[in-house]
């Protein structure tokens, strides 16, 4: 039942994405990465030209003003308390109006942000050569860009080296592969034409003998002050170079990095992307090699094969075509953008040009763009890539302590709103208006639990996930057991989140309406201390936690309710007390107790299924958040359109595949003349990779410790997937068609106990020990590490 590696492979093969013209623009050209390093591949009518980015190049200056201005959480509060309920919005008082202005400061210089490395431009004589368009194959990463000339076909084979940060490309007759005469007239790179002013000058190279070109960039860690040589070892640098197999000569300038290429047999390149502290990436003028077509095939069988061992992982056959197509596409985006060894990407990975990737800075916003990508790491069996994210936890954990301490006064961790893979000394974005929106401190950290209970990696936990999980819990017990968050004042004796902001929606209020007890706080809050307490007993440490653990469970016991409101459709669930449920959501709060709070889905009580599914249905949303997210829940209550899903999808999908934020409904932040697309030049959005999750979730759910088969799929429709991860630590493969399961196969990685949503009424249970007959709504096996378990129909 397991589908061959081959036969993954194969499906990947069949949803190449074809471009049948000139691919000119940035969101047009076919997108190649290798985790670290990126390049955008674009055809214009007179030359190809590569865009190159990488994770770990940034623009690292920060700006860190008014630290001694900005007081404390208490402070700020109080003031902020003193101001008419009555106000229609805070910034009425003119020194809070100030004082957001002062502590938006910093956020509102261009930095930091990802730094373009340049471009390589290969020029050919249109009168004699004509580009026809490219393919994109996701089974090797290989781009190939088809040329008439003459009366020749050409084409120029491309791809992004999976084990160094190098892109080779080699020219071949389409027929036949054999070498072809070279078609191209000159090389050029382009450092980005809107690297900042005040940077110091790129550095450049020509050299004839070696027939290369390159330049280097010095990333100043901050600006030099006139007269002043500062310290400079925090300095970083990266550096382009291109090497050629064919003749070329320099223009007399040794600034203008353009070589003349003369003609010959074999035309290969390889271009290296070199990046890290200034002291150590070298100086431009150092020879790479001299590329030719054994070169490039020896990098690209090795390349190959590391796709190869990516696909192997898992793999779906579906009769529905596209939803198969946005499976492979979108997992294939997500092994060119993120690896573990690489800086964690930020909105829009890998790929930038001038402006482009730079928007809000390219950074981390946690309140779901920076976690929903890895949604998808663990359902689709590429957890090795969520290290990424647990590195970048790491990153943000001092300041975070730092935060806690000295603005709250609080123990443990509050995690940013906003954060870069940059030295911080303080929070990115104090401003209270999005700064103080609680959820961020469990989200943060939730996905730090996933990934043990997916893999039950004790030494994960242990040595990982425990510190910044116990750091949040910290934070949220300390913060719902303040004075201002109980007692009296609120008539009931439960502890509240309390200020906080709905992600997206209102900000702070005047009299604080619309700032407690959010839905989105109280759900990842009440996952946050469960996993705790499962953490703690785990690892046997429930006695030396023992006091943190009792708060916790206060707490729990004491828990304010999900709000609710009545709708046309009945109860609803709403984002906080008081609200209107025909409210038009960015972020879909209402919801989030399907997802990503896992406590409503198909599993619950008939009262809090139907409420759930009401407030899905119910559901208002302006878009730009919510393609991945908000269908995600749906297909969690068995009530995704896959058919309104699809069509979506396609809404919003860029030329290159990818899907873009794209606006669904004025009324909320929008108006009526606002583009509907404007964020489609932004970037390449990182967070809509995870599109496979929602796919995966369709056909296994185990987000409850119980796996449950095509909860959301037409049983008639044919449908098959490979090791997809379930909880537990078991890679589930499995089949259905003609209206039924036909049968699963499970491998226990952890030797964890076994439970499935029987599908059928009795099961033949067939492992290595023996066969027996299993009934019952759940199936239940005591397993063991590396067993594999058949179940098919009686």
């Not at 104090?430 to 043990?452: A, K």
């Amino acid at each position: 039942m397991t589908m061959t590696t081959e036969s993954i492979l194969g499906q990947a093969r069949k949803h190449a994405i074809r471009y049948d013209r000139p691919a000119a623009t940035f969101f047009e050209g076919a997108l190649l990465g290798n985790g670290g390093m990126g390049a955008v591949v674009t055809t214009r009518p007179d030359a190809v030209v590569i865009h190159f980015g990488h994770n770990n190049v940034w623009d690292i200056r920060i700006a860190e003003l008014h630290q001694d201005k900005i007081g404390t959480f208490e402070d700020l509060f109080a003031r902020l308390r003193e101001i008419p309920s009555s106000y229609s919005s805070l910034s009425e008082e003119p020194w809070y109006k100030e004082y957001v202005a002062m502590t938006s400061e910093n956020y509102a210089f261009p930095y930091p942000r990802p730094m373009p490395c340049g471009s390589l431009l290969l020029g050919f004589d249109r009168r004699t050569t004509e580009v026809l368009g490219h393919r994109l194959g996701l089974d090797n990463g290989l781009c190939e860009i088809d040329f008439k000339s003459g009366e020749r076909s050409v084409t120029l084979l491309v791809f992004a080296d999976q084990e160094h940060d190098r892109l080779w490309a080699t020219l071949r007759h389409t027929e036949g592969g054999a070498s072809a005469d070279n078609i191209f007239n000159r090389a050029r790179i382009i450092p980005d034409p809107q690297t900042p002013h005040e940077l110091p000058k790129y550095a450049s190279s020509t050299n004839v003998g070696a027939r290369q070109l390159s330049f280097r960039q010095s990333l100043p860690f901050d600006l030099k002050v006139e007269g002043e040589t500062g310290d400079r070892t925090k300095d970083k640098a990266f550096g382009l170079t291109v090497s050629l197999s064919v003749d070329v000569s320099f223009q007399e300038s040794p600034n203008d990095l353009e070589a003349k290429l003369a003609g010959g047999k074999d035309f290969t390149l390889l271009v290296e992307l070199e990046e890290g502290l200034d002291a150590e990436v070298p100086l431009v003028g150092r020879s790479i090699g001299e590329p030719d077509r054994k070169t490039f095939d020896a990098a690209f069988a090795s390349s190959s094969k590391v796709w190869e061992s990516y696909w192997s992982r898992s793999g779906v056959s579906l009769e529905d075509e596209f939803l198969e197509r946005v499976w492979y596409r979108n997992l294939y985006f997500f092994q060119c953008s993120v690896k573990p060894d690489a800086t964690c990407p930020g909105i829009f990975a890998n790929w930038s040009y001038g402006k482009i990737g730079s928007e809000w800075h390219g950074d981390y916003h946690m309140n779901y763009n920076t976690q929903q990508p890895f949604w998808l790491a663990f359902s689709s069996n590429h957890v090795e890539k969520h290290l990424a994210y647990v590195n970048m936890v790491d990153h943000v954990l001092p300041v975070s302590r730092k935060w806690a301490r000295e603005y709250y006064g609080l123990r443990g961790a509050y995690y940013p709103h906003s954060a870069y893979p940059v030295e911080m000394n303080m929070m990115p974005y104090p401003v209270p208006h999005w700064g103080w929106e609680v959820c961020e401190t469990p989200w943060t950290v939730q996905s730090l639990w996933w990934h043990y209970i997916y893999t039950m990696d004790r030494t994960f936990l242990e040595t990982r996930a425990f510190t910044p999980i116990k750091e949040a819990v910290l934070f949220m017990v300390d913060y719902m057991k303040r004075p201002d968050a109980s007692g009296e004042a609120w008539g009931d004796d439960r502890y509240h989140i309390y200020p906080t902001v709905v992600p997206e929606l209102y900000e702070l209020t005047p009299g604080f309406k619309k700032n407690s007890d959010c839905i989105v706080d109280l759900t990842l809050t009440k996952f946050l201390f469960r996993a705790f307490a499962q953490a703690c007993e785990d690892l046997g440490r429930s006695g030396e936690e023992a006091e943190l653990l009792a708060e916790a469970e206060e707490i729990l016991g004491k828990f304010p309710e999900y709000p609710t409101a009545e709708s046309q459709r009945g109860t609803v669930f709403v984002s906080v007390p008081g609200e209107d449920p025909e409210v038009i959501y960015n972020v879909p709060n209402g919801i989030s107790t399907v997802f990503p709070g896992e406590d409503h889905g198909l599993h619950s009580s008939p009262e809090e299924y139907r409420i759930a599914v009401n407030s899905y249905l119910n559901h208002r949303n302006e878009g730009g958040n919510e393609l991945v997210f908000l269908n995600l829940a749906g297909a969690r209550l068995g009530k995704l359109d896959l058919e309104r899903f699809k069509r979506q999808i396609e809404y919003c999908m860029l030329p290159n595949g990818t899907c873009t934020d794209k606006l669904l409904e004025s009324g909320g932040r929008y108006s009526d003349t606002t583009s509907f697309d404007y964020m489609a030049p932004m970037g390449i959005w990182f967070e809509n990779f995870a599109l496979p999750a929602v796919v995966n979730e369709c056909l296994m759910q185990s987000y409850n410790g119980i796996i449950r088969l095509f909860p959301n799929w037409p049983l008639d429709k044919r449908a098959e997937f490979s090791t997809l991860r379930a909880v537990g630590g078991f890679l589930v493969s499995a089949a259905a068609d003609e209206g039924s399961v036909q049968g699963i196969e499970i491998y226990s990685e952890a030797g964890s106990r076994l439970r499935v949503y029987n599908p059928w009424g009795k099961a033949r249970c067939i492992r290595s020990r023996g066969e027996e007959t299993l009934k019952g709504d759940v199936l239940v096996l005591d397993t063991d590490r590396g067993e594999r378990i058949q179940l098919i129909p009686y």
